[in-house]
């Protein structure tokens, strides 16, 4: 069976001029949605003109380039699938004569509608589930007006979708439809707009509306018409977005990760400032959904680095806190038997906030009544939108698919609520709290002292080129560094690499450890220090590379040990964040080596739109 999952980006314009560019240029932005397949369709002289093709929107665009789509009306595409290969055939917009539409989410009974469709005698074209809504939809034209349509074949789709829809004979429209994934709608002058985020439209406007669940809306170059699941005229409140995101080009840099691994001291002492009153010493976090004396439990969800954000965050929580602390991936919790407690704080952490697991999870807190609150990178985004609390991570738009500054700015948010929970419960003292927003504050210049050592990083990487794999280890606050370690030089160079805690290698990693195996410790000058160097020589006896990461001021290096680095020290609990910057570095350094895509490694995208 080949059935078509997809995840993906839309856009629509509605305008007084020419829209294929202003497409292209939106597509490229929700490229971190997908990049296996792009497309687009505009309205000319009383017809659909359709242009896909597989691989990149660079693609799509030399295609226009060679034959340019006119129109003043359109509609693109881009694609991450899931099942089957991505081809020009599966790409979208999937048009018939009367009607193209672009696609976001899954449609569940496809093959049901499908097969019905066949025996009236109708023909697909490609094996996506996103065909049967054009089918449906041209039929119904035969008898409704366009929105009538529309409306009457949502009712037939189960599922989730973000729909875009134009028709040839109701040429001045664009018709969007949200259930289940993401819609924003954007307004300009003269011109309208439809987009899986507000960031695909950020170039061209700064007012926008979501559309909830079940809504429609339909837009035409100079006004919008909202509409609710009874298709009910409704009215939508205008967001302005603001101007304070940072530039989002390369700029000197050759990768966007790059790019967003210099940017750190920035993007951290903007998040410790807008948190931190340094003249008071005091964390302005007001407005806690529950009193802070009255948590029972802090419950931390999210996926891949946002969840090793939440592991770190449980050390913290567990050092400087009397309150319990639980972590789960988002993919997990969602499905586990819960014994949901209204004293429990439930916190969503998540770069993007749009990703399905995180914000399913979230989904069932609400269901369950419970208090939620969400750190997110995207304040428009939809986890911000539906959590009763929302922290921001204020670390800009982060382009590169994998995760840096963000990671950090979750650390930081995470540390930050650490320290007013503890306060305000009177967890620590007040002289306790002041030494740490201290060291809080040195944080940026300590992080730029890490990354002026990436000339060392470099000659690490070349070790990891030949090895059959690696191992990243770590104990306390530094395990859950060793896991993202690990992570980002798995997805990013395509190398396998564990993070371990050191201490578990005996029980069984231990056996991968042979000749020239390249190992990472972490080992900061904390309690664990001295354990983890024990740990260390068990590798060394095996065989293992060791790339030593510390803190420690002392000599610690020797012999035994191929590479050693060193990060500055602020105070134990700040290491985690320290310990990351040369394995981003490392990470970034070994896939470049290897000539790998570093902004979009394959088979990822930056947002995580299905399950
Ligand atoms: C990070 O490098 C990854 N690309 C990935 O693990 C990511 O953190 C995860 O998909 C969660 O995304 P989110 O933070 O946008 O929810």
């Known amino acids: 069976k080949n059935k078509k999952k997809i995840m993906c980006g839309i856009i629509g314009i509605a305008s007084n001029k020419p829209v294929s560019i202003n497409i292209i240029n939106s597509l490229k932005k929700l490229e971190y949605r997908g990049y296996d397949s792009a497309g687009l369709a505009t309205l000319t002289d009383d017809s659909i003109n359709e242009k896909k093709c597989s691989g990149r929107v660079e693609e799509l665009e030399k295609i226009l380039f060679k034959a340019p789509s006119n129109g003043n009306i359109g509609i693109g595409h881009v694609r991450w699938a899931t099942h089957g290969v991505p081809n020009i055939i599966n790409a979208h917009p999937h048009s018939s004569e009367q009607v193209s539409v672009v696609h976001n989410g899954i449609i569940e009974n496809s093959d049901e509608i499908k097969r019905e469709l066949v025996s009236k005698g109708l023909k697909f074209k490609s094996q996506t589930d996103t065909e049967v809504i054009t089918l449906l939809i041209t039929e119904a034209l035969k008898e409704n007006e366009p929105l009538k349509s529309v409306y009457k074949t949502l009712k037939k789709l189960k599922g989730s979708f973000a729909l875009g829809i134009i028709f040839k004979n109701f040429s001045n429209i664009i018709i969007g439809a949200r259930r289940g994934s993401p819609l924003a709608v954007g307004y300009s002058k003269e011109e309208n707009y439809i987009g899986s985020d507000s960031y695909a439209l950020k170039s061209m406007t700064n007012k926008i509306s979501y559309l909830d669940d079940g809504e429609l809306c339909v837009l035409t170059k100079d006004q919008i018409s909202f509409y609710d699941e009874s298709l009910k005229k409704i009215n939508k409140k205008i967001h302005t977005m603001s101007e304070s995101e940072t530039a989002i080009d390369k700029g000197e840099y050759k990768h966007f990760m790059l790019k967003e691994i210099y940017e750190q001291p920035i993007t951290i002492k903007n998040c410790i400032s807008e948190y931190v009153d340094s003249l008071k010493k005091n964390i302005n976090i007001i407005n806690f959904p529950i009193e802070p004396n009255n948590i029972n439990k802090i419950v931390l969800v999210g996926c891949g680095t946002a969840y090793n954000s939440c592991l770190t965050a449980k050390y913290w929580f567990e050092e400087l806190t009397t309150i319990d602390v639980e972590i789960d991936i988002a993919s997990e919790f969602r499905y586990r038997k819960l014994k949901f407690n209204s004293k429990n704080l439930y916190i969503f952490v998540s770069q993007s906030g749009e990703t399905a697991d995180t914000a399913a999870a979230l989904d069932l807190c609400k269901k369950n009544n419970v208090k939620t609150c969400s ?237």
């Open 375 to 611: 750190i997110v990178n995207v304040i428009e985004s939809t986890i911000a939108r539906n959590s009763d609390w929302v922290l921001p991570i204020h670390a800009g738009t982060e382009i590169g698919v994998a995760s840096t500054k963000a990671f950090l700015g979750q650390l930081t948010v995470l540390y930050i609520l650490c320290l007013k929970l503890a306060i305000v419960r009177k967890d620590i003292d007040e002289r306790t709290y002041v030494k740490n927003i201290n060291n809080l504050k040195k944080l940026p210049e300590a992080i730029k002292e890490c990354i002026n050592i990436e000339s060392n990083v470099q000659l690490m990487a070349k070790e990891f080129l030949s090895a059959k794999g690696s191992m990243f280890l770590g104990r306390g606050s530094s395990f859950p560094i060793a896991l993202e370690g690990a992570l980002k030089l798995k997805e990013l160079s395509y190398l396998h690499a564990e993070g371990y805690p050191a201490g578990e290698m005996k029980h069984g990693p231990l056996a991968l450890i042979e000749e020239g195996l390249p190992v990472i410790i972490l080992a900061p000058k904390d309690k664990y220090f001295e354990k983890t160097l024990s740990n260390m020589q068990e590798v060394i006896a095996r065989g293992g590379k060791i790339l030593f990461i510390t803190d420690n001021k002392k000599d610690s290096l020797n012999e035994n040990i191929r590479f050693g680095l060193r990060v500055p020290h602020l105070d134990n609990l700040l290491s985690p964040i320290l310990l990351t910057l040369p394995l981003q570095m490392l990470a970034y350094h070994v896939a470049l080596l290897k000539n790998c895509d570093v902004d979009k490694p394959r088979n990822l995208a930056k947002s995580v739109t299905v399950e």
